[in-house]
């Protein structure tokens, strides 16, 4: 019974002594823990690019350790009344509701215009909320800006407002219809380096969350 024993001991110790050693010649395959996501199909060209800029880096596509949320607007405005019928009295060349009516945007918004000082200077209609529906995209300048570098974006989700700023920057919808992507400029003339950053959007039912974000910079010429 003993011989029986120690002849089983005696085979399982040779077959884990030659699985070892095989296991250590076959190389095991390397599964990252993560795929890094460098580029989307679907993501807008920097404007250095598109203006033949020399690239100097790219980063990955990365997720924020605290993402912006971009929520409904609340019902109060930039600035207080009297600054902003001041702000209209100064700029009486501007006729609001007829820049609205020829960039084919609804009268029912004039009053969110008029009231936070915002001149809209494009409108498209965009499919964002993974809805399938297309709703009213608005890029506008503050009334009466200097150089008019920060641009103030409106979208008009049913009976809710979302809206964000970006600096020489650009919004984009997903080819998915789910999100957008922003895109916002800015330039170092310390170091002649211009740094365009993109992040991406995802409606997340009420809103929408940022779930990326890459940089790209660009020596200026």
């Excluded at 060349?93 to 200077?121: A, E, S, T, V």
């Excluded at 789910?178 to 993109?198: Q, R, S």
Aim: proline share 5%; aromatic share 12%; glycine share 6%.
């Amino acid at each position: 019974m003993k011989k029986k024993i120690f002849f089983a001991l005696g085979i399982l110790i040779v077959v884990t002594i030659v699985f070892i050693l095989y296991s250590n010649r076959v190389p095991k395959p390397q599964t990252p823990l993560f795929q890094m996501i460098t580029s989307y199909p679907d993501e807008p060209k920097a404007e250095a690019t598109q203006a033949k800029g020399n690239k100097i880096s790219s980063t990955p596509w990365i997720t924020p350790n605290k993402p912006e949320i971009i929520k409904p607007d609340n019902k109060e405005t930039f600035l207080n009344k009297q600054s902003i019928e001041q702000i209209w009295k100064d700029n009486p060349h501007i006729n609001l509701k007829q820049k609205m009516k020829k960039l084919q945007i609804d009268q029912k918004y004039y009053h969110y215009f008029y009231d936070n000082g915002l001149l809209p200077m494009d409108s498209v209609e965009v499919k964002i909320a993974g809805d399938g529906i297309s709703y009213p995209f608005t890029q506008s300048i503050g009334v009466g800006c200097g150089s008019c570098e920060l641009q103030y974006m409106q979208m008009f989700i049913g009976d809710k407002t979302y809206s964000v700023n970006s600096t020489w920057g650009s919004l984009s919808q997903r080819a998915d219809g789910k999100g957008f992507y922003l895109m916002n400029a800015e330039n170092d003339y310390a170091i002649n380096v211009e740094k365009e950053t993109i992040k991406r959007f995802q409606w997340n039912g009420d809103g929408f969350t940022e779930v990326g974000e890459k940089t790209i910079r660009f020596a200026l010429k």
